[in-house]
């Protein structure tokens, strides 16, 4: 099939608002000087949020993805 004939562009969906923000989030920087019990707390919490929030995200992005899979694949 020729690429450049007329009609055989597909558009597909939209990928779901805030996944990719959400999946280029980083781990904050940690601090280079000794950590006290409250900095490793905050840090252990902060990654565990942060890791939550990327497998939700993640979840929706594979969802999409089976979707468009399911509605476009041939």
């Known amino acids: ?14 990928a779901p608002p ?9 781990f904050p920087e940690i601090a280079d000087r000794p950590l006290t019990r409250s900095d490793v707390v ?3 919490g ?3 949020i942060l890791d939550r929030q990327k ?10 993805i089976e979707a468009v899979v399911r509605d476009f694949a041939r």
């Open 1 to 14: 099939m020729d690429p450049r004939a007329p009609g055989s562009r597909v558009t597909l969906p939209a």
């Open 18 to 26: 805030g996944v990719a923000e959400c999946l280029r989030r980083s």
């Open 42 to 44: 905050r840090i252990i």
């Open 46 to 48: 902060s990654a565990k």
């Open 55 to 64: 497998t939700a995200c993640g979840e929706r992005a594979v969802r999409w």
